[in-house]
Protein backbone atom coordinates (compact mmCIF):
# COMPACT_ATOMS: atom_id res chain seq x y z
CA UNK A 1 0.00 0.00 0.00
CA UNK A 2 2.98 2.26 1.06
CA UNK A 3 6.37 1.65 -0.45
CA UNK A 4 9.52 4.18 0.47
CA UNK A 5 12.71 3.33 -1.39
CA UNK A 6 15.42 4.75 -0.76
CA UNK A 7 14.81 7.90 0.68
CA UNK A 8 17.58 10.60 1.22
CA UNK A 9 17.12 14.10 2.48
CA UNK A 10 19.49 16.72 3.62
CA UNK A 11 19.26 20.05 5.45
CA UNK A 12 21.76 22.41 3.82
CA UNK A 13 21.91 26.11 6.49
CA UNK A 14 24.40 28.64 5.94
CA UNK A 15 26.00 26.93 9.49
CA UNK A 16 25.21 23.29 8.90
CA UNK A 17 24.31 20.76 7.18
CA UNK A 18 21.82 17.67 8.60
CA UNK A 19 21.53 14.29 6.85
CA UNK A 20 18.25 14.21 7.99
CA UNK A 21 16.93 10.95 6.39
CA UNK A 22 19.52 8.25 5.22
CA UNK A 23 18.17 6.15 2.84
CA UNK A 24 15.05 4.93 4.52
CA UNK A 25 13.02 2.09 3.15
CA UNK A 26 9.68 1.17 4.20
CA UNK A 27 6.40 -1.11 3.67
CA UNK A 28 3.38 -0.35 4.90
CA UNK A 29 0.29 -2.94 3.99
CA UNK A 30 -3.34 -1.45 3.91
CA UNK A 31 -5.09 -1.49 6.90
CA UNK A 32 -2.29 -1.40 9.32
CA UNK A 33 -1.48 1.17 12.10
CA UNK A 34 2.56 1.35 11.77
CA UNK A 35 4.39 3.07 14.55
CA UNK A 36 7.93 5.18 13.12
CA UNK A 37 9.35 5.85 16.61
CA UNK A 38 12.20 7.30 17.80
CA UNK A 39 14.01 10.74 19.63
CA UNK A 40 14.48 13.85 19.13
CA UNK A 41 15.94 15.01 15.83
CA UNK A 42 15.95 11.30 14.73
CA UNK A 43 14.24 12.54 11.67
CA UNK A 44 10.66 11.01 12.31
CA UNK A 45 8.79 14.69 11.37
CA UNK A 46 11.41 14.99 7.85
CA UNK A 47 9.73 11.02 7.36
CA UNK A 48 6.07 11.55 7.71
CA UNK A 49 6.14 14.65 5.60
CA UNK A 50 8.10 13.32 3.01
CA UNK A 51 4.83 10.69 2.23
CA UNK A 52 2.45 13.80 1.62
CA UNK A 53 5.62 15.98 0.28
CA UNK A 54 5.23 18.72 2.66
CA UNK A 55 9.23 18.01 2.69
CA UNK A 56 10.56 17.25 -0.73
CA UNK A 57 12.91 14.32 -0.74
CA UNK A 58 16.74 14.78 -2.54
CA UNK A 59 16.28 11.28 -3.96
CA UNK A 60 14.15 7.92 -3.63
CA UNK A 61 10.73 7.42 -4.58
CA UNK A 62 7.23 7.10 -2.23
CA UNK A 63 4.74 5.11 -3.55
CA UNK A 64 1.47 5.57 -1.81
CA UNK A 65 -1.77 2.96 -3.69
CA UNK A 66 -1.67 3.56 -7.17
CA UNK A 67 0.63 7.12 -6.74
CA UNK A 68 4.26 7.45 -7.23
CA UNK A 69 4.23 10.35 -5.02
CA UNK A 70 7.52 11.49 -5.73
CA UNK A 71 7.27 11.74 -9.37
CA UNK A 72 3.65 14.20 -9.46
CA UNK A 73 3.43 17.02 -10.72
CA UNK A 74 1.56 19.93 -8.35
CA UNK A 75 -1.56 19.53 -9.74
CA UNK A 76 -1.59 15.65 -9.51
CA UNK A 77 -0.23 16.53 -6.07
CA UNK A 78 -3.12 18.25 -5.07
CA UNK A 79 -5.37 15.57 -5.56
CA UNK A 80 -3.41 12.47 -4.27
CA UNK A 81 -3.54 14.48 -1.06
CA UNK A 82 -6.88 14.47 -1.06
CA UNK A 83 -6.66 10.48 -0.35
CA UNK A 84 -4.32 11.42 2.55
CA UNK A 85 -5.52 12.98 5.96
CA UNK A 86 -2.87 14.28 8.54
CA UNK A 87 -3.16 15.48 11.91
CA UNK A 88 -0.96 17.17 13.96
CA UNK A 89 0.77 17.90 17.55
CA UNK A 90 -0.97 21.21 18.11
CA UNK A 91 -3.96 20.42 15.77
CA UNK A 92 -3.43 22.94 13.26
CA UNK A 93 -7.03 24.35 13.34
CA UNK A 94 -8.09 27.40 12.33
CA UNK A 95 -9.28 29.50 15.23
CA UNK A 96 -11.44 31.83 13.58
CA UNK A 97 -13.75 29.20 12.16
CA UNK A 98 -16.20 27.00 13.83
CA UNK A 99 -16.31 23.73 14.60
CA UNK A 100 -18.28 22.73 11.52
CA UNK A 101 -16.37 25.39 9.22
CA UNK A 102 -12.86 24.05 10.11
CA UNK A 103 -14.30 20.32 9.04
CA UNK A 104 -15.69 21.19 6.41
CA UNK A 105 -12.72 22.99 5.06
CA UNK A 106 -11.08 20.54 2.95
CA UNK A 107 -14.51 19.55 1.32
CA UNK A 108 -15.18 23.68 0.81
CA UNK A 109 -11.65 24.22 -0.97
CA UNK A 110 -12.30 21.30 -3.30
CA UNK A 111 -15.17 22.70 -4.40
CA UNK A 112 -17.47 20.59 -3.17
CA UNK A 113 -21.05 21.28 -3.33
CA UNK A 114 -22.83 22.81 0.26
CA UNK A 115 -25.93 20.16 0.26
CA UNK A 116 -22.88 17.26 0.54
CA UNK A 117 -21.00 19.28 2.86
CA UNK A 118 -23.43 19.29 5.71
CA UNK A 119 -24.47 15.54 5.81
CA UNK A 120 -20.65 14.35 5.84
CA UNK A 121 -19.31 16.79 8.05
CA UNK A 122 -21.80 15.91 10.25
CA UNK A 123 -21.03 12.30 9.86
CA UNK A 124 -17.68 12.82 10.83
CA UNK A 125 -18.39 14.45 13.76
CA UNK A 126 -20.47 12.12 15.10
CA UNK A 127 -17.99 9.57 14.23
CA UNK A 128 -15.33 11.53 16.66
CA UNK A 129 -17.97 11.92 19.46
CA UNK A 130 -18.42 15.75 18.96
CA UNK A 131 -22.11 16.17 17.18
CA UNK A 132 -22.94 18.54 19.53
CA UNK A 133 -20.08 21.19 19.28
CA UNK A 134 -20.68 22.01 15.76
CA UNK A 135 -20.97 25.78 16.64
CA UNK A 136 -18.14 26.11 19.25
CA UNK A 137 -14.77 28.01 18.32
CA UNK A 138 -11.70 25.55 18.80
CA UNK A 139 -10.71 27.91 22.02
CA UNK A 140 -13.88 26.73 23.45
CA UNK A 141 -12.16 23.10 23.40
CA UNK A 142 -10.04 20.83 25.60
CA UNK A 143 -7.10 19.50 23.95
CA UNK A 144 -8.97 16.17 22.99
CA UNK A 145 -11.34 17.72 21.92
CA UNK A 146 -9.36 19.58 19.07
CA UNK A 147 -7.71 16.67 18.23
CA UNK A 148 -11.35 15.13 17.61
CA UNK A 149 -12.05 18.16 14.71
CA UNK A 150 -8.41 17.80 13.69
CA UNK A 151 -9.04 13.64 12.90
CA UNK A 152 -12.89 14.50 11.60
CA UNK A 153 -10.84 17.30 8.98
CA UNK A 154 -8.60 14.36 7.99
CA UNK A 155 -11.07 11.79 7.42
CA UNK A 156 -13.98 13.82 5.75
CA UNK A 157 -12.51 13.50 1.80
CA UNK A 158 -12.40 9.71 2.95
CA UNK A 159 -8.62 9.27 2.72
CA UNK A 160 -7.31 5.98 2.10
CA UNK A 161 -4.40 7.28 4.86
CA UNK A 162 -4.36 8.98 7.77
CA UNK A 163 -0.85 10.41 8.95
CA UNK A 164 -0.40 11.41 12.45
CA UNK A 165 2.52 13.70 13.56
CA UNK A 166 3.06 13.17 17.39
CA UNK A 167 -0.81 13.79 17.26
CA UNK A 168 -1.06 12.93 21.44
CA UNK A 169 2.31 14.89 22.39
CA UNK A 170 0.19 17.65 23.73
CA UNK A 171 -2.02 15.58 25.60
CA UNK A 172 -2.45 14.30 28.90
CA UNK A 173 -2.31 10.90 29.20
CA UNK A 174 -5.92 9.79 29.84
CA UNK A 175 -6.93 12.17 26.81
CA UNK A 176 -3.88 10.28 24.96
CA UNK A 177 -5.75 6.65 25.29
CA UNK A 178 -8.65 7.94 24.61
CA UNK A 179 -7.88 9.66 21.15
CA UNK A 180 -5.62 6.00 20.35
CA UNK A 181 -8.68 4.52 21.28
CA UNK A 182 -10.42 6.35 18.64
CA UNK A 183 -7.84 5.92 16.46
CA UNK A 184 -8.12 2.50 16.52
CA UNK A 185 -11.81 2.42 15.95
CA UNK A 186 -11.43 4.50 13.07
CA UNK A 187 -8.96 1.93 11.51
CA UNK A 188 -11.08 -1.10 12.30
CA UNK A 189 -14.08 0.50 11.16
CA UNK A 190 -12.68 1.88 7.77
CA UNK A 191 -9.90 -0.06 7.53
CA UNK A 192 -8.13 3.25 6.65
CA UNK A 193 -4.05 2.18 6.62
CA UNK A 194 -2.67 4.71 9.31
CA UNK A 195 1.01 5.87 9.77
CA UNK A 196 1.91 7.48 13.16
CA UNK A 197 5.24 8.97 14.38
CA UNK A 198 5.81 9.20 18.23
CA UNK A 199 8.97 9.79 20.42
CA UNK A 200 6.82 7.50 23.31
CA UNK A 201 6.91 3.51 23.39
CA UNK A 202 3.34 3.70 25.44
CA UNK A 203 1.80 5.10 22.02
CA UNK A 204 3.30 2.62 20.06
CA UNK A 205 2.41 -0.38 22.06
CA UNK A 206 -1.02 0.47 22.35
CA UNK A 207 -2.38 1.12 18.50
CA UNK A 208 0.58 -0.31 16.21
CA UNK A 209 0.98 -3.66 14.85
CA UNK A 210 4.27 -2.82 12.57
CA UNK A 211 6.80 0.04 14.05
CA UNK A 212 10.28 1.19 12.71
CA UNK A 213 12.75 2.45 14.94
CA UNK A 214 14.57 5.67 13.95
CA UNK A 215 18.14 7.11 14.62
CA UNK A 216 20.10 9.57 13.41
CA UNK A 217 17.96 9.43 9.66
CA UNK A 218 18.69 5.32 9.01
CA UNK A 219 16.22 2.57 10.34
CA UNK A 220 17.94 0.46 12.95
CA UNK A 221 14.79 -1.49 13.55
CA UNK A 222 11.68 -2.83 12.05
CA UNK A 223 8.88 -5.25 12.13
CA UNK A 224 5.96 -6.38 14.45
CA UNK A 225 5.36 -4.91 17.85
CA UNK A 226 4.70 -8.07 19.53
CA UNK A 227 7.61 -9.51 18.15
CA UNK A 228 9.92 -7.09 18.94
CA UNK A 229 8.88 -6.51 22.40
CA UNK A 230 8.89 -10.27 22.97
CA UNK A 231 12.31 -10.36 22.27
CA UNK A 232 13.87 -7.07 22.94
P1 LIG B 1 12.20 14.39 14.69
O1 LIG B 1 10.85 14.58 14.09
O2 LIG B 1 12.55 12.94 14.87
O3 LIG B 1 12.42 15.18 15.93
P2 LIG B 1 13.12 16.00 12.43
O4 LIG B 1 12.71 15.30 11.20
O5 LIG B 1 12.31 17.15 12.89
O6 LIG B 1 13.28 14.91 13.61
O7 LIG B 1 14.63 16.52 12.27
C1 LIG B 1 15.68 15.69 11.82
C2 LIG B 1 16.96 16.51 11.76
O8 LIG B 1 16.83 17.49 10.73
C3 LIG B 1 17.28 17.27 13.04
O9 LIG B 1 18.68 17.29 13.20
C4 LIG B 1 16.73 18.65 12.75
O10 LIG B 1 17.42 19.61 13.49
C5 LIG B 1 16.98 18.79 11.26
N1 LIG B 1 15.99 19.67 10.59
C6 LIG B 1 14.66 19.47 10.55
N2 LIG B 1 14.04 20.44 9.84
C7 LIG B 1 15.01 21.26 9.42
C8 LIG B 1 15.03 22.48 8.62
N3 LIG B 1 13.90 22.98 8.10
N4 LIG B 1 16.22 23.06 8.39
C9 LIG B 1 17.35 22.54 8.89
N5 LIG B 1 17.42 21.42 9.63
C10 LIG B 1 16.27 20.79 9.90
P1 LIG C 1 -11.50 15.56 26.84
O1 LIG C 1 -10.50 16.06 25.85
O2 LIG C 1 -12.47 16.59 27.32
O3 LIG C 1 -10.90 14.74 27.96
P2 LIG C 1 -12.15 13.28 25.20
O4 LIG C 1 -11.22 13.57 24.09
O5 LIG C 1 -11.85 12.11 26.10
O6 LIG C 1 -12.46 14.57 26.06
O7 LIG C 1 -13.62 13.06 24.61
C1 LIG C 1 -14.32 14.09 23.95
C2 LIG C 1 -15.76 13.67 23.73
O8 LIG C 1 -15.83 12.50 22.92
C3 LIG C 1 -16.47 13.33 25.01
O9 LIG C 1 -17.77 13.86 24.91
C4 LIG C 1 -16.51 11.81 25.05
O10 LIG C 1 -17.66 11.32 25.73
C5 LIG C 1 -16.57 11.47 23.58
N1 LIG C 1 -15.90 10.19 23.29
C6 LIG C 1 -14.89 9.62 23.98
N2 LIG C 1 -14.48 8.49 23.40
C7 LIG C 1 -15.25 8.31 22.31
C8 LIG C 1 -15.33 7.31 21.27
N3 LIG C 1 -14.51 6.24 21.25
N4 LIG C 1 -16.22 7.47 20.28
C9 LIG C 1 -17.04 8.51 20.28
N5 LIG C 1 -17.03 9.49 21.23
C10 LIG C 1 -16.17 9.39 22.23
Do not use: W
Amino acid sequence: MIVVNNINKTYRTPTQTVKALDDINLRVEKGDIFGIIGFSGAGKSTLIRCLNRLEEPDSGTIVIGDSVITDLGKNELRNARRKIGMIFQHFNLLDAKTVFQNVAFPLAVAGCAKKDIRPRVEEMLALVGLADKANAYPSQLSGGQKQRVGIARALVGEPDVLLSDEATSALDPHTTYSILELLADINRQLGLTIVLITHELDVLQHICRHMAVLENGRIVESGSVDKLFLHP
